[in-house]
């Protein structure tokens, strides 16, 4: 059944991509979508026994074959399912079908449609080995697969050049990170001797205190290891300071930001640290570098996110930032609460995107939310639809009930986690989410707000022949609602409810730090009523701003054009990379192109090496020159040569 | 003196070159008295003597010194005439479909090639300063005729002319050689020589005549600086007889020169290497360079062939069992490739006759494929490209260089090796990459055949002959130490 899961995919990506232009587009995408239905419904029948009986009893593995034997490198093809693995099966899958089904209306009109769901099932593949690898080489490839697929999705339209540069940038800004993972990989190694997780586990307690040199500094291997693989972490869930690649990758089509860039790929840092988590515990500085990291990219993007204008940009902004508010999780050591968000942020994030494709679908790819508005009367579906995931989003929730969107459930739990870990570190992550949780209340409605309220500043003709989208696309929507509404309360026990909870469901999967959630169930009234209370701050402010006083916003950026351009440009990341990194490196190429290949190795070596033999050659032809006494000379020079030469040499004299 | 010639029986070591003068003496008058048309069954009945002689040496060998020490039959010389026989074999092949258009067609022409190679034979196994002399200058003088067989062509003549000149030119430096060897060892036998060497001081006198003796069978391998004539010949001699010169001869030069340092001067080893290794650099460089300027593809394999020496050559410079057994296999090789090539030049005829300009290579593939093909093995093999024969050859003679720690010699040795691939590719890629410009003959079915062996033997080297060929060489190569 693993197999299949897994596998599937594979054979579907294979059929689309190499027999395609055979069968047609439209075979192509019943055969890849059909296959990703059964994978989905298969992960929801290995899940549910787990989430509602013992959590998994026995850790499932299916070795498919031996694969590496070097030395004491002994790595097999395993495919493991524990509790951890079964969450991110069922939201890979469930997501990958809809997102299948879905991109079947929205990309009906592309001519290449084999190639792109070919694709997605390739990415849904490489995923699937991800979250089931045994071994930390396993989780590598599917690491890197997933990565390929992305970059050949961000760039599926290869014949716009935006698109190819964003799909550039993705693919190197991922590089930095995975250098960072493969060295993280080579130090677990060195240390742990063995990169078999559960091996791997099992030495930690002997390597706490060994200490490495690594660039000059005397550190703990163990956190080296940690660090090192947490940046790999960074790169692939676009955490501050590698984070640039994530606006940009919504160059590609609306499903792939979807299943891709909101649900999935991207929060395989989530997961990769949660599955190691016992080496993380092991470290408490590399800890607390996840949990700053995260808070500062949580606030961050949320900051961003205020001020885009591009429907799909504030989308992935906000993506960036709840990806902080997991790994602040991670951090605080409530790993449960991480993949629960993980987990709810899946549904609302890709009905969300999905929500935006069906409105730039509607609105012929117009993605500029300033030439929108008004648009709920025509389209109320997708209005609806959107309404939900922004609902469940900003965490809409009355604290201490059991109502409210999986958002609410998700993203307090964190909340209340950060506050638990306390010291300085803790209330700055704490107050950076609540801060974070404003904003994104903010930017959520004000996404509403210019898209479907208000009177519409869309071109007329624009306007007037917007459209519902078809049902094809409407369904997957009506899924992943059900699922943006039920999946916190759903499943708050198994994440965040008591521990013994959490530890029946999770069973030894990832590590549970019983003082942190004890802490966190136990935190103060307000703490509990912050994120709400900024919620609806930010509602009413993105009410008044967009509602009230249309006119505001301008103004306001009028009036303060510093902050404002500040975040417009995104915190000027895209320029300082260019200037510290894009073009030094752009001149050193230059540098070696044009000095070193093109004028010292082609022109004066190869080519002034070919001008010699030329020269020496002409030199010899003319030697022959066909006159007897020459040739009789020559041979007389040559005998008067090897004679003084035996002479001298030979010592005669 | 008295004679150690006491029966018949004790001729045995010389039987084979008794019956190629008896057989050549009977063809002469033959020939002489039957008609022209006869040539064609004359040359039948050389190659079946040929192949009698060769069969003899390989089924019956006898070996021993005879003549008062003045002919050698051992395992070694048993090896290098069979090369040689097999090579003069062959050459009368190469000449059966062009015998007309190269004047060929006479009987003249199998006597002198059978003398020639009896020269040779008597080269291989002279183990006397005077049977050495004899051999080479019977084989030379037959040779020179053969160059100037085409009495029409005004290229033959000269180069028969310039040949016999410069021949004469280098029998005197090694005439002059052996009469100063003689007069400071007061000895003309081989191992003689050796042991007053080996008994007195390396005299000034010696070494002259060692150059003087070198130099002139230098001379015989084209070694620069004592190659001028070979692109000339080359070029002017009919292209079989070309072949045969680019063959067997090379193979009875190398086997005399290897027999006179290891036997006669072993002693002063530090000294012929010397020479030696003059040799071989020279010839690889000015090789290389040289034929990258060369339109015409004989005067190319001249070039080719000096550069092939000059590699043999590093094998004898390492004055090792090892770098002799390389150089044996290296002639072995050499002559596979040499005779496949030349098989392939003479099926490059169109209409008009036979062509010989590189450029006439053009588009061969589509139009000749099997030629072309054939021709691209032997060129990759001549470079040195593995898996092909070619590489071995050369990959045993650096290595005995390097086990001789001769560094510098194998560096320079590649590198000449990397240049001289300019010149192979450029066929290559003239026969795979232009557009044809002629049509071609279809070739004689015994050249197909000798094209076909030697792109197998090339092919398949690896696999079907080398080590055979590695166990002989170091076997017969015991013979000299």
Redesign the interface.
Known sequence: MVEAIVFLPLVGALIAGLLGHKIGDRASEIITSSLLVISAILSWIIFFPIAFGNGAEEVIKVEIMRWIEVGDLDLRWVLRVDSLTAVMLVVVSSVSSLVHIYSIGYMADDPSRSRFFAYLSLFTFAMLMLVTADNLLQLFFGWEGVGLASYLLIGFWYKRPSANAAAIKAFIVNRVGDFGFALGIFATFVLLGSIDIDMAFSAIEGAKNISISFLGAELNALTLAALLLFMGAMGKSAQFLLHTWLPDAMEGPTPVSALIHAATMVTAGVFMVARLSPIFDASTFAMSVVLVVGAITAFFAATIGLVQNDIKRVIAYSTCSQLGYMFVALGAGAYSAGIYHLFTHAFFKALLFLGAGSVIHAMHHEQDMRKMGGLRKKIPITYIMMIIGTLALTGVGIPGTSFGFAGFFSKDSIIEAAYAVGGPLGNFAFWSLVLAALFTSFYSWRLIHMTFHGSTRAEQHNYEKAHESPNIMLVPLYFLAIGSIFAGVLFYDQFFGKEKYIEAFFANSIIIVGHIIEAAHNAPTWVKWSATFAMLLGFVSAYWMYILQPSLPARLAKAMPIPYQFLLNKWYFDELYDVIFVKPTIRLGNFLWKKMDDKLIDNMIIEGLGRK??L???K??K??S?Y?Y???F??L???A???T???V??G?L | MNSDITNFSSLAPIFPELIIIIGAIIILMAGAFLKKQASVGLAGITIALLLVVSLLIILFPTDGIILNGAFIQDSFARYMKILLLASSLFAIILSLSSAKENSLDRFEYSVLLLFATLGMMIMVSANDLMSLYIGVEMQALSLYVLAAMRRESSKASEAGLKYFVLGALSSGMLLYGASLIYGFTGQTQLDEIAKIIMLGDRSIGLIFGLVFLLAGLAFKISAVPFHMWTPDVYEGAPTPVTAFFASAPKVAAMALLIRLVMESFEPVSQDWRQIVIFLSIASMILASFAAIGQKNLKRLIAYSSIGHMGFALVGLSAGSLVGVQAVAIYMAIYVIMTLGLFAAILSLKNQNGYVENITDLRGLAQTNPFVAAIIAIIMFSLIGLPPLAGFFAKWHVFLAAIEAKLFLLSIIGVLASAVSAFYYIRIIILMYVYEPEQQFIKAQPELRFIMALSGFLILTYYFSIAAPLTNITRFVVGSLF
């Open positions: 033999v030329q020496v050659t002409a010899f032809v030697l022959q066909g007897l020459h040739y009789a020559a041979m020079i040559g005998i040569a090897l004679l030469w035996e002479v040499a030979g005669l």
